[in-house]
C-alpha cells in the first residue's frame, strides 16, 4: 500500500529539477516537497527492524543556528533556509542490558547548493580533534564502503569494556544538497538516571543499521530530486529479456537485480549492498554510493584512542557515477552507462529500446 501511495504522491510532485542542471531547476512547491520528504524519503516504523520511528519535517533558517558567527568557513551569506527531515528510531524491549534503547538519530538538510550543504556536513563534523573549518572527524564509514560523494565517521571500538563515553557513534555524509548526519547512541548501563554515565560500545550490527538509514534516506532523498516518476520508461533488452529502464539515453537507469539475473549472474541484496559474481568478479552495488566496485576489495579499520573508522583498503576496479546508486523501497537502479562499463558491456538505443550487449 505504501508504494502505491508513494507512486501517487510522486506523480503529483512532478519534476523538481533536471538533473543536468540540478542548481538552474524549476523548484517544486516547498510544501509538496516537505510532504515527500516525510511520506517518502523517511523510514517506516520497522524499515529498519524492530525499530520504531519518529519524524518531523520543517524548516529553520541557519542563521538561527548561529551559521553566520562561524569563523574560517568561506560562505558569506548563510541566510538560507533548508528544508530538514529528522527522525528518531528506536528500538526497545530486546532484553540486552545497556542495549535497551537503541536509538538511531537523524538529520537531513535539503540545501539550495552545492557549497552550502558541504560545509553545513563539513560543520556536523565539529570536534576538538580540529580547527573550525574543518572535518572533525576521519574519512570513512562504519562499514567502510563508500556512501555520498563524501563521508566522515567515527565508532568507539565494539572490543572496548564498558566505560564512559563510548555510547554514541557518529556518519556524516555529503552529496550534492545534501547534508546527512546519523547518531547511533545507547543509555548507559543502569539507565539515564544512573549516577555514574558507563556506556557499552556501539554493536557492530547497529552500525550497520545506522549506515543502511542513512543510504535508504540519501538514495531516495535524490530520486525526489530528479522528478523520478515523471522520467520516461524506455524498453531495456537484456539476454533476450525484456526489462523498463528509466530516463534518456543522457541519463538512463536500470534495476540492477533485474539486469543482473538476466545476464545469469547470481547475486542478492545484503542490507545495502548488491553483490554478485560477472565472469568471475565480484560487483558490488551500495546503495547511496557514486560508484561501482568491481571485483575483490577489502577495508580497514583506522583507530584514535577509543574510537575508530572504516575505509576501503583496495578494490580491484571502481566505476565512477554521476547519480548515486538509487533505492526505490523495492529495486536498486544505477546509470546504465556505469553498469555497462561495470561489467565490460555496451548500451545501444535504437527509438524507445534500449539493449544491453557485449562490446
Same mark, same amino acid.
Request: charge should be positive; glycine fraction near 12%; include cysteine.
Given at each position: ?19 543536468? %542542471? ?7 512547491? @516547498? ?12 523510514? @517506516? ?35 538560507? #533556509?533548508?528544508?530538514? !527531515? $529528522?527522525?528518531?528510531? #528506536?528500538?526497545?524491549? *530486546? ?6 534503547? *537503541? ?11 552545492? @557549497?552550502?550543504? $558541504? =560545509? /553545513?556536513?563539513?560543520?556536523? *563534523? ?13 574519512? &570513512?564509514?562504519? #562499514? ?12 568507539? %571500538? ?9 555510547? *554514541? ?13 546519523? %547518531?547511533?547512541? $545507547? ?23 545506522? @549506515? ?18 515523471? !522520467? ?38 545484503? &542490507? +545495502? ?10 560487483? #558490488?552495488?551500495?546503495? +547511496?554510493?557514486?560508484?561501482? !566496485?568491481?571485483?575483490?576489495?577489502? /577495508?580497514?579499520?583506522?583507530?584514535? +584512542? ?16 554521476? /547519480?548515486?546508486?538509487? $533505492?526505490?523501497?523495492?529495486?536498486? =537502479?544505477?546509470?546504465?552507462? +556505469? ?21
Amino acid at each position: 500500500m505504501r508504494q502505491l501511495k508513494t507512486l501517487m504522491i510522486l506523480m503529483l510532485a512532478g519534476v523538481i529539477f533536471l538533473w543536468g %542542471n540540478l542548481s538552474e531547476g524549476q523548484k517544486m512547491d @516547498e510544501e509538496r516537497m516537505m510532504r515527500l520528504l516525510k511520506e517518502f524519503v523517511a523510514l @517506516e516504523s520497522n524499515e529498519l527492524h524492530g525499530f520504531g520511528a519518529k519524524t518531523i519535517v520543517d524548516r529553520k533558517n541557519l542563521k538561527a543556528y548561529g551559521y553566520d558567527k562561524i569563523p574560517n568557513v568561506p560562505i558569506r551569506n548563510w541566510d538560507v #533556509t533548508p528544508i530538514d !527531515l $529528522y527522525q528518531r528510531l #528506536t528500538r526497545t524491549e *530486546t532484553g540486552m542490558l545497556g542495549r535497551d534503547p *537503541t536509538d538511531i538519530f537523524i538529520r537531513v538538510h535539503l540545501l539550495p547548493d552545492r @557549497e552550502i550543504a $558541504y =560545509w /553545513v556536513a563539513v560543520l556536523a *563534523t565539529t570536534s576538538q580533534l580540529a580547527p573550525v573549518g574543518q572535518p572533525g572527524l576521519p574519512e &570513512g564509514s562504519w #562499514t567502510g564502503l563508500p556512501i555520498g560523494e563524501k563521508s566522515w565517521a567515527s565508532a568507539p %571500538n565494539p572490543k572496548e569494556p564498558p566505560a564512559p563515553g563510548i555510547g *554514541t557513534a557518529n556518519l556524516v555524509v555529503w552529496d550534492g544538497r545534501l547534508a546527512l548526519r546519523v %547518531n547511533v547512541h $545507547y543509555q548507559p548501563l543502569g539507565g539515564p538516571k544512573a549516577r555514574t554515565a558507563i556506556f557499552l560500545p556501539i554493536a557492530e550490527e547497529d552500525l550497520e543499521a545506522g @549506515e543502511l538509514a542513512a543510504r535508504i534516506i540519501l538514495a531516495k532523498a535524490t530520486l525526489v530530486l530528479i522528478g523520478w516518476e515523471q !522520467l520516461p520508461s524506455l524498453r531495456l533488452v537484456v539476454n533476450g529479456t525484456s526489462l523498463r529502464a528509466k530516463g534518456s539515453q543522457g541519463s538512463l537507469f536500470v534495476p540492477v537485480g533485474l539486469v543482473m539475473k538476466a545476464l545469469g549472474c547470481e547475486g542478492e541484496r545484503k &542490507g +545495502g549492498i548488491w553483490v554478485g559474481r560477472w565472469r568471475g568478479k565480484k560487483v #558490488t552495488f551500495p546503495i +547511496g554510493a557514486r560508484c561501482v !566496485l568491481v571485483g575483490d576489495w577489502s /577495508v580497514e579499520v583506522l583507530r584514535k +584512542g577509543r574510537s575508530g573508522v572504516k575505509r576501503m583498503k583496495g578494490v580491484e576496479g571502481k566505476v565512477g557515477l554521476k /547519480v548515486p546508486v538509487l $533505492y526505490d523501497g523495492r529495486e536498486i =537502479w544505477v546509470e546504465g552507462e +556505469g553498469l555497462a562499463k561495470a561489467l565490460g558491456l555496451k548500451l545501444e538505443q535504437k527509438g524507445q529500446t534500449i539493449a544491453l550487449l557485449p562490446k
